[in-house]
């Protein structure tokens, strides 16, 4: 056997390796725990509020707070890289982020006045 397959062996090898300890683990899991029906398990459960039985409205702040969330994450992907490289960019890499977080701000700021960050 070569290096080059020998290489390939070690690969197989560990990914069986894996496979059988994950197995492992989920076979040992299911002999060990507890097998009993409870009835409130399979209950369905939505942000605090008792399930009806039909189709059930979600509150729309849930999401816009999840898409606030998501908007400033993307803000901070955005100026973690810009500040890295701060000295090759200059006053135009400056400027343009200056103008990027000025937008962000505005947005905020628009969504603070139409009550949308008020959770009560």
């Given at each position: 056997?070569?290096e080059?397959?020998?290489?390939?062996?070690?690969?197989?090898?560990l990914?069986?390796?894996?496979?059988?300890?994950?197995?492992?683990?989920?076979?040992?899991?299911r002999?060990?725990?507890?097998?009993?029906?409870?009835?409130?398990?399979?209950?369905?459960?939505?942000?605090?509020?008792?399930?009806?039985?039909?189709f059930?409205?979600?509150?729309?702040r849930?999401?816009?707070?999840?898409?606030?969330f998501?908007?400033?994450d993307?803000?901070?992907?955005?100026?973690?890289p810009?500040?890295?490289?701060?000295?090759?960019?200059?006053?135009?890499g400056?400027?343009e982020?200056?103008?990027?977080?000025v937008v962000?701000t505005l947005?905020l700021?628009?969504?603070?006045?139409?009550?949308v960050?008020?959770?009560a």
């Open positions: 056997m070569t080059f397959y020998r290489s390939y062996l070690a690969v197989a090898v990914i069986l390796a894996a496979i059988g300890m994950v197995g492992f683990m989920l076979g040992l899991g002999l060990i725990r507890p097998v009993r029906a409870q009835e409130q398990k399979y209950i369905p459960y939505e942000a605090g509020s008792d399930p009806t039985g039909t059930g409205q979600s509150n729309v849930y999401y816009v707070f999840a898409l606030l998501v908007i400033f993307v803000e901070a992907v955005f100026i973690f810009w500040a890295v490289n701060l000295e090759s960019l200059g006053w135009f400056l400027v982020m200056t103008v990027f977080v962000l947005g700021v628009y969504a603070w006045r139409k009550g960050l008020r959770w």
